[in-house]
């Protein structure tokens, strides 16, 4: 069964530039979290899709975040525009289904190392 | 809001000594999420505990649910070098929002 796909693996940028991560999760997990590990911490929740509807992102800054999961499948992580705090490793993960699985295990990607200058 | 506080946030053992970790939610959680994360890799299911006073075991690793359903606990025997990495809880709260510990750092001396 195949993982977790995120692309790219690492990306530079400098403050004030926009950049956008992908994320195609484990066929037929409905679904689909996004993750922000700075350096020494633990993930933190930025957005969680349940299917193509958002079930929660009360922790994304939406002033500079944004993610879709258009189709149910696939998503995007966006930052417009970057900030310094922004570095960090962006997680993407996805379970079968949060609502109705015993075991809501969330499988992760290997992520997007992230280095804003 | 929902706090997770794990505890210690590093650990150094000899090899073959036991380690535990500790994890503590602000609030009652629907179920709690272990993972590791080796150095440089992502986060891997462990296990995932949902009823009060819960323990299950996994070869050298003991994870237990409070009574409470407030703390949990993360006990490895005798542990190996492969023990080495980052171990994390994830609580679920009443609200469905899933908060990641800091987690703890396990160092092993050979």
């Known amino acids: 069964e195949a993982g977790v796909a995120q692309s790219p693996r690492y990306k530079i940028i400098e403050k004030r530039q926009s950049v956008a991560f992908w994320c195609n999760p484990i066929?037929?997990?409905?679904?689909l979290y996004w993750y922000q590990q700075i350096l020494g911490q633990g993930p933190k929740l930025l957005i969680q899709?349940?299917?193509?509807?958002?079930?929660?992102d009360s922790q994304l800054p939406k002033d500079r975040f944004s993610a879709e999961r258009l189709k149910g499948v696939d998503s995007t992580l966006k930052i417009q525009p970057a900030k310094l705090e922004d570095s960090a490793v962006y997680l993407c993960?996805?379970?079968?289904?949060?609502?109705?699985?015993?075991?809501?295990?969330?499988?992760f990607g290997p992520g997007t190392r992230l280095l804003v200058l | 809001g929902q706090q997770v506080m794990q505890i210690p946030q590093y650990q150094h053992v000899q090899e073959g000594e036991d380690f535990t970790t500790y994890c503590n939610s602000s609030?009652?959680?629907?179920?709690i999420q272990w993972y590791k994360q080796r150095p440089g890799g992502h986060p891997v299911f462990l296990i995932q505990?949902?009823?009060?006073?819960e323990v299950k075991k996994q070869k050298r690793l003991t994870f237990q649910f409070g009574e409470a359903k407030k703390n949990s606990s993360l006990h490895i025997t005798a542990t190996q070098t492969t023990d080495v990495g980052t171990y994390f809880c994830?609580?679920?709260?009443?609200?469905?929002?899933?908060?990641f510990g800091k987690g703890t750092r396990l160092h092993i001396l050979p």
């Open positions: 505990l949902v009823k009060s006073g």
């Open positions: 899709f349940q299917n193509n509807g958002v079930v929660d």
């Open positions: 609030t009652t959680l629907s179920n």
């Open positions: 993960a996805s379970s079968q289904d949060a609502w109705t699985s015993p075991q809501e295990t969330q499988y």
């Open positions: 066929s037929g997990h409905a679904t």
């Open positions: 994830a609580g679920r709260g009443r609200d469905d929002k899933i908060i």
